[in-house]
């Protein structure tokens, strides 16, 4: 019997998605980390003549091919949702996280794009608090979305601070 | 520029007048001091010939030191006068420096100027004190100096005052204190006058006599100095076997024992080699043992009006006054080996000393450094001040006591096993008073008291292996430091609830705290 975890059940979360454009980022992320080792792996056959590293390469194959299929699944699986003194998250599939953040917690925002995310116009939000394992991060959101939940979180920790 | 610089030290209230000041004379020799003593060194290394054959006179002596250099080279003249030059430049320089190095107290914050061509002003507010260290090396003690360290949080941002009179910076630590509790100002004038042992400080220094009497008893009394010192109960005192007993049962004594049996195994077997390479290892270990002994032996801890205070070390002293809600976290740990003799060791987290600033960060995150259930339970309250004492003492007793009532905490399911073995039926938690308690670990038995008000965020994790045995693991987020507040194995039900809670309770008790401080909203 498993069961999975669901840490905002009590709350009736209404999640909000991440854009539908990210599961791109996520299948592009996928392809350039399995072609780089397959790479390494390809030359350590080829060139090096290491037998064995056929077995490595028929491995990044599959993962790659898995990563590429559950895309849009863990594309779906990011979450957010605002409650009235704290920003919920949630990530991954098969290792899901639930992060709860009170607004008065936050020291700083950033928004961050990389170059695929500038293709699609999509950023991602990072949300720092003074705990370096915090990690709290909201990727895939459109500019638009993402400018606008940096100035309603700000706004909100305003009201909220707490110091340290 | 204009602006005067006060210098009168004897007056207790002196320092946190809002007036500029100076730092102590011998400022400038201390802080070169370790310059000095390299410069020094290199002399030495390089005229040791010279000096052997000064008091031995060795027939055969090899002419080859700079000295002889400089005499072959018909250069004796330009090498002292550049000497002198560069001396002269030296005591120039940190005249200057000691000159152009002020501080000043105000009701807002601590400022700091220094430097000659670099102008540094550095600012801490008082409302972002994290506490207060003084620091006495054995070097400023014969001087009769300390180092005040206000501690604030964030990386490298803590401002040093070194070197003060070491008389007046109790003074001076507590009045900064007691500013930033935001006492009236008018209290302080009764405070400061009560605050002088004896009155006429003056008086005393003008003597060689005096100034020999103050620094011989500078060192035989213990590290604080503070007048108003804690009731007596409260101070945990250590017993110098049991602290001995602890290190040689610590990770660094086992690998003590691995490297001696290399040792004797390679000597055995002819291979001395092996000595030359393990031999400064075991020399740094036993440095590291002297340290620690000598640095724990004179560890005390006292409660204060204006927060805790834990004070540590032989020859160098430092004591800290952290104020309260400046803790973080609290953590209780056992290793195995300690477990037949129930010794604790306390640590704290809080934003002034993150991980890996200095070694000595080790030393001031460790608020006790051994110590009998007992000993916990009385620095518990000093380190939690908010919470409830019956409740703090069943649940600390409940967690270090293997036979009391384990009722208070949650537990791990039986199906926790697959992946802690040892420690599944000892993994949990339990929230009481606003205060979050965390136990798990085998090998280490941890338990963690969190304020809710002091953390982060919170998260509950569910990989592929703890859903198949529907498990899950919390962790609540804490500013760095070397605790960390995790449930590795627990039910997914007893998680989201754990989830939920913490979440409403980290809004709820910080909230609480606010009406405490309405000027700190907004502003910071």
Not at chain 1, 17 to 26: F, I, L
Not at chain 1, 110 to 125: N, T, W
Not at chain 2, 93 to 111: G, N
Request: aromatic share 8%; proline share 5%; hydrophobic share 50%.
């Amino acid at each position: 019997m498993s069961q999975r975890l669901d840490a905002a059940a009590l709350d009736k979360a209404q999640w909000r998605r991440v854009s539908p454009k990210y599961v791109v980022v996520v299948i592009v992320g996928s392809l350039i980390g399995g072609i780089v080792a397959a790479a390494i792996a390809v030359f350590a056959w080829l060139v090096l003549h290491w037998w064995w590293a056929w077995i490595a390469l028929v491995i990044i194959a599959v993962i790659t091919i898995v990563q590429l299929i559950i895309a849009p699944r863990r594309a779906r699986a990011i979450g957010y949702f605002l409650r009235d003194d704290d920003l919920l998250i949630r990530r991954g599939i098969m290792f899901q996280r639930f992060v709860a953040v009170p607004y008065g917690r936050m020291q700083l925002l950033d928004i961050e794009r990389g170059p695929i995310d500038r293709m699609l116009g999509l950023a991602e939000l990072r949300f720092v608090t003074a705990a370096a394992s915090s990690r709290v991060s909201i990727p895939g959101l459109v500019d638009s979305d993402a400018a606008w939940l940096r100035d309603r979180l700000v706004e909100l920790a305003e009201s909220r601070r707490s110091g340290l | 520029m204009t602006r005067t610089v006060s210098q009168t030290y004897t007056e207790a209230t002196g320092l946190a007048d809002g007036e500029w000041h100076r730092m102590h004379k011998a400022t400038p020799l201390l802080r070169g001091g370790i310059a000095i003593v390299f410069v020094a060194g290199i002399i030495i290394a390089n005229l040791r010939e010279r000096i052997i054959n000064l008091f031995l006179g060795t027939p055969d002596y090899p002419s080859g030191d700079p000295i002889d250099a400089i005499v072959r080279h018909n250069f004796v003249w330009p090498a002292i006068g550049i000497a002198v030059v560069v001396i002269a430049a030296c005591v120039g320089v940190f005249a200057l420096s000691w000159r152009v190095q002020t501080f000043r107290v105000t009701h807002q914050a601590v400022e700091l100027r220094s430097g000659i061509l670099r102008r540094q002003e550095r600012k801490a507010r008082l409302d972002r004190i994290q506490g207060i260290n003084v620091q006495r090396p054995v070097f400023a003690r014969i001087f009769g100096a300390a180092k005040l360290e206000i501690v604030v949080a964030g990386h490298d941002a803590n401002l040093y005052l070194s070197y003060l009179p070491s008389k007046v910076t109790e003074t001076l630590r507590r009045e900064i204190l007691r500013l930033a509790s935001g006492v009236r100002a008018s209290d302080q004038a009764e405070v400061g006058q009560a605050a002088v042992p004896g009155g006429a400080p003056a008086q005393r220094q003008s003597s060689t006599l005096g100034i020999l009497s103050d620094r011989v008893d500078e060192f035989v009394s213990p590290a604080d100095l503070d007048p108003d010192a804690a009731p007596p109960a409260t101070i945990v005192r250590m017993h110098p076997g049991r602290l001995a007993g602890s290190l040689l049962l610590s990770v660094p004594t086992l690998v003590m024992f691995a490297v001696l049996i290399a040792m004797i195994a390679g000597a055995s077997t002819g291979r001395l080699w092996l000595i030359i390479v393990i031999f400064p290892m075991v020399l740094s270990l036993g440095g590291l043992f002297i340290r620690r002994f000598s640095k724990a032996l004179r560890y005390n801890i006292a409660g204060s009006d204006q927060g805790v205070r834990i004070g540590f070390g032989l020859l160098t002293t430092s004591s800290e006054t952290i104020p309260p809600r400046r803790i973080h976290a609290v953590e209780l740990v056992q290793p195995l080996a300690w477990r037949p003799f129930g010794w604790w060791q306390m640590r704290m987290n809080t934003a002034g000393h993150t991980r890996g600033k200095n070694s000595a960060g080790e030393a001031r995150t460790t608020t006790l450094p051994v110590g009998s259930i007992r000993d916990v339970q009385r620095v518990l309250p000093l380190l939690l001040p908010g919470m409830n004492d019956t409740l703090r003492d069943a649940i600390a007793h409940a967690g270090m006591d293997a036979h009391a009532d384990q009722s208070v905490f949650s537990s791990a399911p039986r199906r926790g096993a697959w992946l802690r073995p040892f420690s599944w039926r000892k993994t949990g938690y339990t929230i009481a008073d606003g205060v979050i308690v965390l136990r798990h670990g085998a090998v280490w038995r941890r338990i963690v008291f969190v304020p809710l008000a002091r953390m982060q965020s919170v998260e509950v994790e569910q990989g592929p292996a703890r859903r198949i045995l529907d498990l899950s693991s919390a962790d609540v987020h804490l500013i760095d430091g070397p605790v960390h507040a995790k449930v590795p194995v627990m039910d997914t039900r007893a998680a989201e609830e754990l989830f939920t809670l913490v979440s409403a309770g980290a809004i709820a008790w910080a909230d609480a705290e606010t009406p405490h401080r309405p000027d700190e909203r907004g502003e910071s």
